[in-house]
């Protein structure tokens, strides 16, 4: 019988769900059954991808009610792994006390998270209820005395291999990722900018730095995540080629003068898809987490 993973995205921004698309492509290319819960605006990248994909029926969606739609989606799924993805008690603190029926194995992926995170009532027996926790940047504290933490590089959703040249009609202009998604994955579209601009959120940049163009960022204040630091590359992974950081968005014209004739990089993998993945299915197949030291370094 397929290995059943289901995966819990359904955060704010779109790295929550490229990261869960990720490494659902690789489980089902490797002969699992996948099924992504995730909001809307996360269904064109799942469509892309081919993995099947549900939605909460409102969004944002009452504490209540995302709780009974996921108890719900899970039952008729029953997966053998249930993969959350930065919050452990759901988005809402809706699974605190539920995470451990919902799944004979349970996962994190994480990314970076301010510490105080993990000072909300119930995290401490959220964590005790994780088999494995999959840090794809520096982990919390408050994770690094966990028995399956390990670490692996980042996840994108689209693969070096496929940048290999734009394939969405996009070529020789500026990829603005600062609204609106326009292209999707936009990443398909970066072998063929003169340079991107991004705020530096977690799919923005990992994707930037695979496809290695010059890029301007312009770092945002966000209460979980550090998109400054993530921008200077203080996670261990800076951009590979010529880019700018600016503090606002009336600085990004200025900056893009000023790296007019960079040239781009070849493509680079990260390889964090593929290594979660098999990580998962190490999980369903042989009933026990990675063993520590099997997965390649990381820069943290």
């Known amino acids: 019988m397929k290995p059943r993973l289901a995966f819990y995205a359904c955060g704010g921004g779109y790295g929550h ?68 993805d930065v919050f452990p008690r759901g988005v809402l603190g809706e699974l605190a006390d539920r995470l451990e029926g919902l799944a004979p194995r349970r996962v994190l992926v994480t990314r970076h998270v301010h510490p105080r995170f993990y000072e909300a009532d119930g995290m401490d027996r959220a964590l005790g209820a994780l088999d494995l926790v999959l840090a794809t940047e520096p982990e919390a504290p408050a994770l690094r005395g966990h028995p399956g933490l390990r670490r ?97 968005l009336a600085e990004v014209e200025g900056a893009l003068r000023r790296l007019e004739g960079a040239a781009a990089v ?7 898809a593929r290594e979660g993945g098999r990580s998962l299915l190490h999980l369903v197949e042989r009933g026990e987490i990675p063993p520590a030291g099997s997965l390649p370094g990381t820069p943290w």
């Not at 603005?176 to 940049?205: C, E, K």
């Open 17 to 84: 769900g490229v990261r869960a698309l990720g490494l659902a492509r690789v489980c089902r290319d490797l002969g699992a059954s996948v099924l992504l819960l995730a909001p809307a605006r996360l269904e064109p990248f799942a469509r892309w991808a081919g993995i099947p994909h549900q939605a909460p029926p409102l969004e944002p969606p009452a504490r209540p009610d995302l709780r009974e739609w996921v108890l719900g989606r899970l039952r008729a799924f029953r997966p053998d792994v249930l993969v959350l």
């Open 152 to 248: 692996i590089p980042p996840i994108t959703l689209v693969q070096a291999w496929e940048l290999s040249s734009p394939r969405v009609g996009f070529s020789g202009g500026i990829l603005d990722l600062t609204g609106p998604p326009r292209i999707l994955p936009a990443a398909l579209a970066m072998p063929g900018a003169r340079a991107v601009v991004a705020h530096g959120g977690y799919a923005s940049y990992y994707e930037i730095l695979q496809a290695g163009v010059p890029a301007v960022l312009c770092p945002r204040a966000r209460s979980l995540d550090d998109q400054f630091r993530r921008a200077r590359g203080q996670f261990g992974l800076p951009l590979r080629a010529r880019h700018e950081i600016v503090s606002s």
């Open 266 to 272: 070849a493509p680079a993998e990260l390889g964090g």
